[in-house]
């Protein structure tokens, strides 16, 4: 395998301690010359706090320390063991080696250091020569098996340099270079991905689509990770997963149990295979945050009240259905207790399927515990089969389209053939396999204690971010001022068990207790009335933070500050949050996260409410902003648009005309399909909004936020008295008042400043 591009490094901690120009020094330094001499890349540290920042930092293939202290020193000292748990749970079967001489005897008897040292040599008996040697052929056995299954193969056959007679055309990217645009595409990505961009006639690698080869090995491999019975790497994103697995599931006029907080490639499968769907409806609260469902809805007397209401003839006690899906976790970041969900909806369907594409670290962390879909041991797994979807380029760390589908077989499981044809359908015959390398990746890098290691990164981050923004709205509230607040409880549990404020508490405590982060039935903080007990939790990574506007009914104050103009400020400074309503602005913390950019963060936020409260020019602060619309914003501080922007929300109120429109299921004229079916047969027009009373939409109509269907294709607007138009009209208002800051609606279109809705012809 060809590491030209990537040499082997070592990292070498001469200690702080060591006498310079002691034998033990000369030594050491002989020991890097022979390393360098044999191509190593050496990284020296002279403290353990500096090898400690380069493990966190880089990867190395092996770590050698040089000890030079006495007996006393020894026997007092933990922080070499200290480090090498380090270097453990970040890269695990780093080879350690250890030179020594004085008190050689007290650190061979030091059992926690030896346990975690492979070789230990004196420098007085072993020559440079010798020690590098095995140095050099420890790194090569960890760099061969280090590699998933399907990255090795592919840089082993990168090796062979090739020369193609089939596709792609581009042939190593050499087609690239023969222009000047094509050279410049080249040299930006560079020439490894070129020389990786394979064809299928590759057999020694395998295929994606029949699973083999080294295909199959990594895909083996993500299953014993993630804890399933098979995984199929996908390459489509999580849109192509989901819908792989209901064109598995359903036939025409089978039922689906579904998730209204569902994302469209839900609704795709619904139109791809004529079910028939009965919703289950999530909460809301008054910030526009999505809740979970209700037990008493995925109840079975819940599921056969839904479809008696949809006039769908359903009994689970005669055929089940063939398919149930739940959003877990919810853009929002609240998890279902998934074990509760699984039995419930067990009654009524064989087969679930939790879209968990924001969530695919949960197995890999204890604070997660029993709140997705792929628990504990899959041979324990009884009860109908579960399907998990996981965005492996979402929270994870791949390129963008990968995903996994994970399954459990259980009651009405799919064989691997049957299945296999659907996953046919959704997977391209020519896959990128840079893509497939990066899923492979992605999984390895769970593996072991790294995933723990990683999620505990992420998870400390967000809460450490958490109570800063805490600390500092208490700080301004306490002068009468305002400030962010982040959504989350105000009282937890110390690991004493002491109830304490959240920002008091330490850090330990709210990255383990589970209970924490629970939403319990009675808190205000939350805003969701009547939830039901031990149902979910707030996944700590994913932020909310409130801005004033609204107090713990809902209720207007006398003053607020609209998010969509924080937002606005904080794009300007290149952040950009992942969701923006009313009065929330949320943020996703990911393994990418450092504290610089968590600190940049809040800077940001301070500058925003400093020029806020100065009512800053927005000429100065905003200045694309006014150049798009002077005759609006010219003349206007930041403040006075805040101002603007707040008494349009109180006037209109639109998050309230949203939840209504969320919280009631419009009528269904027709399936999905057969709504789709008008689409291709050209029988649709564009209706504007005032004159949507009665028509069926020929598609779904999704606001962004929250990015859920509002309507679903097939369903009727119904009266004059619509959430659905009269939230349509509030856009309408919104934008004509407030040029630049739009919302995006899918599956409408906006003619001369009117919403347009795709609808069947009468």
């Known amino acids: 395998m060809n590491n030209s591009t990537n040499k082997m490094r070592a990292l070498v901690i001469e200690h702080q301690n060591i006498i310079p120009n002691s034998y033990a020094d000369r030594a050491t330094k002989s020991l890097i010359k022979e ?34 202290k006495t007996e006393e020193q020894i026997v007092n000292s933990h922080e070499e063991v200290d480090l090498l748990a380090a270097l453990q749970a970040r890269q695990a079967e780093v080879p350690v080696f250890l030179l020594a001489e004085r008190a050689r005897t007290s650190i061979l008897n030091n059992r926690q250091l030896m346990e975690r040292v492979d070789e230990c040599y004196s420098v007085l008996e072993d020559t440079a020569d010798f020690v590098a040697g095995r140095i050099v052929a420890a790194m090569r056995r960890y760099r061969s098996q280090v590699l998933p299954p399907f990255m090795k193969a592919m840089m082993h056959y990168n090796d062979i340099h090739e020369y193609s007679w089939s596709a792609p055309g581009h042939q190593g990217g050499i087609g690239f270079t023969k222009t000047p645009a094509g050279n410049q595409f080249y040299k930006f990505f ?18 994606l689509l029949d699973h083999s080869g080294a295909f199959k090995d990594s895909e083996v491999e993500a299953s014993k990770i993630f804890g399933a019975h098979q995984s199929y790497s996908g390459i489509v994103g999580t849109s192509g997963s989901n819908r792989t697995i209901m064109q598995a599931c359903l036939k025409d006029d089978d039922i689906a149990i579904i998730d209204r907080n569902c994302h469209k490639s839900i609704e795709q499968g619904l139109i791809l295979t004529g079910a028939r769907p009965i919703y289950m409806v999530p909460s809301r609260n008054c910030y526009g945050i999505i809740g979970p469902i209700s037990q008493a809805q ?87 089969t579960v399907f998990a979807t996981h965005s492996t380029h979402k929270l994870l760390n791949a390129l963008s389209q990968a995903s996994y589908i994970h399954v ?26 840079a893509i497939c390398a990066s899923n492979d990746i992605a999984a390895n890098m769970m593996k072991g204690e790294s995933g723990k290691t990683l999620t505990d990164e992420v998870n400390r981050e967000a809460i450490i971010f958490r109570q800063n923004m805490r600390q500092l709205f208490n700080d301004y509230t306490s002068e009468n001022d305002w400030f962010f607040k982040p959504w989350n409880a105000e009282t937890v549990t110390e690991t004493n068990g002491d109830k304490v404020k959240f ?60 998010a969509a103009l924080v937002t606005a400020y904080l794009s300007r400074f290149g952040i950009v949050p992942t969701r923006t309503t009313d009065f929330q602005v949320m943020f996703l913390f990911s393994m990418g996260i450092t504290k610089g950019k968590r600190d940049t963060l809040i800077n940001t936020l301070l500058s925003f409410k400093r020029h806020y409260d100065a009512n800053a020019s927005l000429e100065t602060i905003l200045p694309e902003l006014v150049e798009s619309a002077p005759e609006v914003y010219k003349g206007l501080g930041l403040k006075d648009l805040g101002n603007q922007m707040f008494e349009y929300l109180v006037r209109h109120n639109p998050s309230q005309v949203l939840n209504k429109a969320y919280s009631t299921l419009p009528e269904m004229d027709m399936k999905p399909r057969t709504a789709y079916q008008h689409i291709v047969s050209n029988e649709v027009e564009l209706v504007p909004s005032d004159k949507l009373e009665g028509r069926v939409a020929a598609h779904s109509v999704i606001p962004y936020p929250p990015g859920i269907p509002m309507l679903m294709g097939g369903e009727n607007f119904g009266d004059e008295t619509s959430p659905q138009i009269q939230y349509l009209k509030a856009l309408e208002a919104w934008d004509a008042e407030f040029p630049g800051f739009e919302h995006e609606t899918e599956g409408a279109e906006i003619e001369n400043g009117k919403y347009h809705v795709l609808c069947i012809k009468k």
Not at 42 to 56: K, L, N, P
Not at 298 to 303: A, C, F, L, T, V
Not at 373 to 378: I, K
Not at 410 to 432: V, W
């Open 298 to 384: 995925m109840s079975k007397e819940g599921i056969a009240k839904k479809a008696d209401a949809a006039e769908i003839p359903f009994n689970a006690d005669e055929k089940k259905a063939s398919y149930a899906v739940v959003t877990n976790c919810t853009y929002d970041g609240l998890c279902y207790h998934s074990e509760v969900t699984e039995s419930l909806l067990a009654d009524s369907s064989s087969r679930i399927h939790m879209d968990e594409a924001w969530f695919g670290y949960a197995r890999f962390n204890p604070i997660y515990k029993g709140h997705f879909a792929m628990r504990g041991d899959a041979k324990d797994h009884e009860g109908p």
């Open 503 to 562: 920002e008091d508490a330490s850090v330990e405590a709210l990255m383990t207790i589970q209970e924490n982060w629970k939403l319990n039935p009675g808190d205000k903080w939350h805003g969701f009335d009547g939830i039901d007990n031990d149902w979910c939790m707030l996944d700590p990574i994913k932020v909310s933070l409130l801005t004033p506007g609204l107090d713990d009914k809902g209720e207007f104050l006398e003053t607020g500050v609209p």
């Open 408 to 433: 459990r077989n259980g009651e009405d499981a799919i064989d691997f053939n049957r299945f296999n044809q659907a996953y046919m359908m959704h997977t391209s015959t020519s896959p990128l396999y």
């Open 190 to 207: 560079g020439e490894n991905l070129f020389r990786t961009d394979m064809g299928i006639e590759r057999a020694s690698l395998g295929s």
């Open 35 to 68: 390393l360098s001499d044999r191509t190593i890349e050496i990284v020296t540290a002279t403290s353990y706090e500096d090898a400690r920042a380069v493990i966190m930092a880089s990867q190395i293939d092996s770590l050698v320390l040089a000890l030079d």
